[in-house]
């Protein structure tokens, strides 16, 4: 449960900052969220950058090792991830839904 929870949050994660891509009219590509925030195409729009990076980069390490079994030596990743680990990739995710939201808002309005 709490590996499904990990990767569910990295997806979540990609997504937002594919959501945020697309907004702007650009096309991502790829699954490293930090390399979507790296290669935004319009980096003034974020602020904190440095703070997106991390997150993306502690998401990223779930988006593998969670979904499949032999992802890590000798452990399934339900032997693996714990409630810790979980909360940890949700406040990640949350962060990147709230700020991308954030962003598209103003976008909008700005319109």
């Known amino acids: 449960m709490y ?3 990990c990767f569910m ?3 979540s994660g990609e997504k937002a900052m594919k959501a945020l891509w697309f907004f702007v009219e650009d096309d ?3 699954h490293s969220i930090q390399k979507l925030v790296m290669q935004f195409p319009k980096p ?3 602020e904190k ?3 997106w990076l991390t997150n993306g980069a502690a998401l990223d390490k779930f988006y593998i090792p969670t979904r499949y079994p032999n992802g890590l ?3 399934t990743p339900g ?3 714990t409630e810790e680990d979980a909360k940890v990739a949700i406040e990640k995710a949350t962060f990147f839904v709230d700020a991308v939201t954030k962003e598209i808002a103003a976008l909008w309005d700005s319109l």
């Open 49 to 51: 950058m440095d703070l």
């Open 79 to 81: 032997q693996s991830y």
């Open 73 to 75: 030596p000798d452990l």
């Open 44 to 46: 003034e729009l974020i």
């Open 9 to 11: 949050a990295q997806q």
């Open 3 to 5: 590996s499904h929870a």
């Open 28 to 30: 991502p590509w790829g």
